[in-house]
Structures are given as C-alpha cells and as structure tokens.
C-alpha cells in the first residue's frame, strides 16, 4: 500500500523540504499504528480546529501542522482533538467553551491546563501519547495534575507552525506521555528544523534515555519551596530529590531572585500578544460571521463578546491596556526588563549546576470551582512560568502522591539540553521503579 499522503502546501519551498523528510509505508514508522491526540489549538487538515472557543467554532484548517505532518509520515494513527482551555488560557481546563474535561486521578478535581484533555486522555489510557502546549505550564502543569510525563522542549526546538497563537514568544508543542521513554520517543518524531518557523532551530532531536547521573549537578532553588508551596508537596519532591542524591547527583541549593517578579512578567507578557495575536478573530476573517448590517465596530465587538468566553476576555483587555499609549513603558517595557532579568538567572545558576529541580504545581489538582478568583488561578503557574520566560526545557515526571493525588517533579535545563533533562527524569522514574 502506497505511503500515507501529505497535505498540499501552498509554499513550493516547504514542499521540497517536506520530501526530505522519510515518509513511512502504511504499517511503518517510528509510532506506526500508535494512536495520538492532538490538542485542540493545533491545526488538522479536514478535521475541525477551535482552541475551544465559540469564535472559532466551525473552522477547519485547509493544511495540516509542522507537528501533525510529522506523525502521519511516522505511521501515527491521530484518533481525535483533545479539550483545552480557550485560546490556551487557564490552569483548569474549566474554561473551555464545551465542557469540562474531569482528572482521571479524582474527577471531581481539575485535570489542569491548558492540556488537560491531552493529559487527562493519556492518564486514563484512552492514547500513549498526546500532544499538549505549554505558553506558561500548559503541558507540565496538568502533567502534574494527572500523574504524567509532560516536556516543555526548548524554544524554537518544535516549529509552531500551524499552531494557532496566543503568546508568540512563550509557547511550545511538547510531548505527553505515560513514561519518560515514550515521551522521547514522540519528542524525537516531532523534532527538528521548519523553514516555514522563523523561530525554528536547526537542532534535531535523537535520544535514548540514559539513567546514569553520577556526578550531575542539581540546583534546587529556595524560591522553588517559598510561600504557596503545599508542605506536602515539598516533601514529596525533596524525596524525591533524595532518590537522585542516591543515584549519584550532588544537590546544592541555591537562589534564584527573579522568581519574586517572574509571574508579574509573564502575564504582562502573555496578555499583550494575547491581545495582539486574537484581534484577527472578528466574525469576518474567522469563526461564525458578524451581523454585517450594523456599523463595523458594534458588529465586531458583538461578536468578539459572544465568541469569547470570559477569561479570554479579561486577558486581551489586560493586554490592550498594558501596550496601550501611555502605559507601554510602564508595564510591557518593564515586563521585558523583568523578563531578561529571569534569564540571567537561569545563565548564572547553569554555570554551577547542570539542571534545576524543584515542584511543578505548588499543589496537588483542586476540585472544581475552587479557584474562582483569577489572582489565585494566576498564583498556580508561579513554579512553571520561569521556564518560559526563558526558553528553557522543562519536564514534570510523576514523583508520589498526596491523599491519593499525583505531584509532579519539575527538571529544568540548559538551553537546547532538553536530552539532560529527559535523562534526570528517566534516571528517576527508574529508580523509583527499582
């Protein structure tokens, strides 16, 4: 039987690198016949893309992602889109423009987000892997939330071709995954250069785990067990630091100040390109059509305030405002500063140590509802969000349980040293399993 086909592509260029790339026969391939989903913000050919919005409801993408085209000549079988928080936009997963998607550890509690139909997909063995998101913990955190295996990989190391953008400079498409040795494996199909990503970098991905991390250095910054931090979660996660001392790493604390204005800088952040990237979403380019018999602004805020849920709403007023004149120097400008100071950080710690670890989530999932007040949901990323603000890997791996609920270990690396990472988690997933 004849190879699996390939999406027409307008761009002759990307054409002809497409044919570089192996196209597996049917019933070959690095994941044939392996089932996956696909979150719901990565385009499908043929196949209905909302990012759970109203506003996008209907659309379906005439080209498939960078990502998705990779598996299909991997001999994946995509079984379906996975729910998500609208636009990416949540911790919970409860802002979905559908439904909730429930946490197969407890369904009364959130499955985290924005991944959560992803994690929560993998977590009650409906796939063996799944692609997830992560702008600012979106993979690691309901990775932790479901007791599996997330990686945030460097940016620019997965092309976010075709991925529908909410915060340009922040997000990824990572792996999802029940182990670390599945989650490379899908890391290493979806890897690699794309000339159609700018941001895109030469940097394939090729990678067995290796669980040997005798004479690793292990950051564990201070700020990482400071005020929010669940006592228990710490001490799940100091065990399970413990476990890697054992295996032959030596641990060393240290501090990391940015941490105290990291979250501000990321919202401030993630809210402005928000606000930029989603005003082409207005009933004319995209999603259910404006009543283009009123004047043009009240059909476009017309639509704009049925397509969007609420929490999407509050972040693109945020970000209008933050850019806004007059107020740009005073939060963007400042946001940015913040945000080169976190990357400092990151560069003076990773000249002592070879990886950082601490929590993913400050706690375990929370039942539904709890979290009402945006500040507190806000509050949830402060863990996660650092990673993104500087482009580095981040994995969350299962490490034990809280009154039956799972925490997740979080290993950060050096920039483009996602394979280091991969390995701390491997070596701990093994030794746990000894």
């Not at 931090?229 to 295996?247: F, M, T």
Request: proline share 7%.
């Amino acid at each position: 039987m004849p190879g699996r086909t390939v999406s027409f592509h307008p761009d002759d260029r990307y054409a002809a690198f497409l044919r570089t790339i192996p196209e597996a026969p049917f019933g070959e391939g690095r994941l044939a016949g392996v089932p996956v989903a696909v979150k719901d913000n990565i385009s499908t050919a043929g196949i209905e893309t909302t990012c759970a919005s109203r506003i996008l409801e209907g659309y379906v993408p005439p080209f498939d992602a960078t990502v998705v085209e990779r598996l299909k000549r991997a001999g994946a079988a995509i079984v379906g889109k996975t729910n998500m928080d609208e636009f990416g936009m949540g911790t919970t997963t409860e802002n979905s423009a559908f439904w909730p998607t429930l946490n197969p550890a407890d369904p009364s509690r959130v499955p985290g987000g924005s991944s959560g139909g992803s994690a929560a997909a993998v977590a009650a063995g409906l796939v063996p892997l799944a692609l997830g998101t992560d702008t600012g913990g979106s993979i690691r955190c309901p990775a932790a939330f479901c007791g599996i295996v997330g990686l945030k990989p460097t940016y620019g190391r997965v092309s976010r071709y075709g991925l529908i953008a909410y915060a340009n400079s922040l997000e990824q498409i990572g792996p999802m995954a029940k182990t670390v040795t599945d989650a490379s494996l899908l890391m290493e199909v979806i890897a690699g250069h794309d000339p159609r990503d700018s941001t895109s970098r030469d940097c394939p991905y090729h990678h067995t785990p290796d669980p040997e991390i005798r004479g690793l250095r292990i950051g564990v910054p201070e700020e990482f067990f400071g005020e929010g931090v669940d006592a228990r979660v710490a001490s799940v996660v100091w065990d399970a630091i413990s476990l890697l001392e054992r295996k032959g790493a030596e641990v060393i604390t240290c501090r990391m100040p940015s941490m105290a204005y990291a979250l501000a800088a990321y919202y401030v952040t993630c809210t402005s390109e928000a606000s930029s990237n989603l005003a082409r979403f207005d009933g004319v380019r995209y999603g259910p059509p404006a009543d283009t018999k009123k004047p043009w602004h009240e059909a476009f805020q017309e639509r704009r305030r049925e397509g969007f849920g609420e929490e999407v709403r509050r972040r693109i007023m945020l970000g209008t405002f933050a850019l806004s004149s007059g107020y740009y120097g005073k939060y963007y400008a400042k946001a940015q500063a913040a945000r080169n100071n976190v990357r400092a950080d990151f560069e003076r710690l990773f000249c002592d140590v070879d990886v950082l670890a601490g929590p993913t989530m400050p706690t375990v999932a929370f039942r539904f509802g709890e979290k009402s007040d945006p500040l507190s949901m806000y509050l949830s990323d402060i863990l996660t969000v650092p990673a993104n603000l500087a482009g580095v890997p981040a994995i969350s791996v299962p490490c034990g349980k809280v009154e039956g609920l799972p925490v997740g270990l979080q290993v950060m690396g050096r920039w483009m040293e996602d394979e280091r990472v991969v390995d701390v988690a491997y070596a701990f997933e093994q030794g746990r399993s000894a």
